[in-house]
């Protein structure tokens, strides 16, 4: 490991440079409210020449996880010889396996994903979102939108009654409100923002919306957020946003810099203030 990590038992927040799992093995236990990463997932990316030993990951995870917190593994598959690996799914099976529970399996749907190779298969427009967590989820603070049809009141519906040939309609619901919690498919616009063009030094980030959207889903302020390969910063960034801690880790030193650089560029702007 590159460096020497601040005591975690005295925490502040940071981007270390180093391997992931060594630096995890001097968390303490339970510190960690939050995960979100994107880890390198089939070889489709080239990172340096760094290995990726899952299981190993896996294990810290779960060990410095708070009970009742939340792991966010964002994921998707390649196909190789016309099948996908389904590498996303026995990775999901193996975070069960150790003690985590599989609490919902969401989807990032890029609204402008790259173009593809035709190869006899509809173009791939999404990532999975595996949500885990260690017991019963300890923090959700929903995201609201807005209802199509709010303010107005349904007419109901027509039903038969069979057993003496009427038909009744009946009114059948109040008045539609004007919000209601976003479904567990999550849209978004990948790398055309001017905050998410900060990251173009990297691969494959994901969208700072996305990161923030979780953030907010499952801490609160000053809650301790976690990416274990935090390549430029994405979450880090958005957990500082939102008046979070943050520990960001990357073996590369190139993506440690990039990460503290988009870091700084915001840490005199005034957090959001989403209520939590």
């Known amino acids: 490991m590159l460096g020497s990590p601040k005591p975690m038992t005295d925490f502040n927040s940071q981007i270390i440079e180093g391997n992931c799992i060594e630096v995890m093995k001097s968390f303490e236990e339970n510190l960690i409210d939050l995960t979100v990463t994107s880890p390198p997932y089939d070889?489709?990316?080239?990172?340096?020449?760094?290995?990726?030993?899952?299981?190993?990951?896996?294990?810290q995870l779960y060990r410095v996880t708070k009970q009742g917190g939340i792991v966010v593994w964002i994921v998707g598959d390649s196909t190789i010889d016309g099948s996908e690996t389904g590498t996303s799914f026995k990775q999901a099976l193996f975070f069960k396996e150790i003690g985590f529970n599989m609490h919902d399996t969401?989807?990032?749907r890029k609204i402008n994903p790259v173009p593809q190779i035709y190869r006899k298969r509809y173009n791939n427009h999404f990532e999975y979102m595996f949500v885990f967590s260690k017991g019963v989820v300890k923090t959700h603070n929903p995201i609201k939108i807005g209802c199509l049809h709010a303010g107005l009141e349904l007419n109901g519906t027509t039903y038969k009654n069979y057993s003496s040939g009427e038909q009744v309609r009946k009114k059948m619901a109040?008045?539609?409100?004007?919000?209601?919690?976003?479904?567990?498919i999550w849209e978004y616009v990948v790398g055309k923002k001017s905050e998410d063009q900060e990251a173009k030094g990297h691969p494959a980030p994901f969208p700072c919306a996305l990161a923030r959207d979780?953030?907010?889903?499952?801490?609160?302020?000053?809650?301790?957020?976690?990416?274990?390969?935090c390549g430029s910063g994405t979450t880090c960034r958005s957990a500082l946003q939102l008046g979070r801690q943050y520990i960001g880790i990357d073996i590369s030193h190139e993506y440690c810099e990039l990460a503290k650089e988009r870091i700084k560029s915001i840490e005199s702007q005034p957090t959001f203030d989403f209520g939590k």
């Open 174 to 184: 109040n008045p539609v409100k004007k919000q209601k919690i976003k479904g567990n």
């Open 214 to 229: 979780h953030v907010i889903s499952w801490t609160n302020k000053g809650d301790i957020v976690l990416d274990p390969m």
């Open 43 to 59: 070889n489709l990316r080239k990172y340096k020449g760094y290995e990726f030993p899952f299981e190993e990951i896996a294990h």
């Open 106 to 108: 969401m989807i990032f």
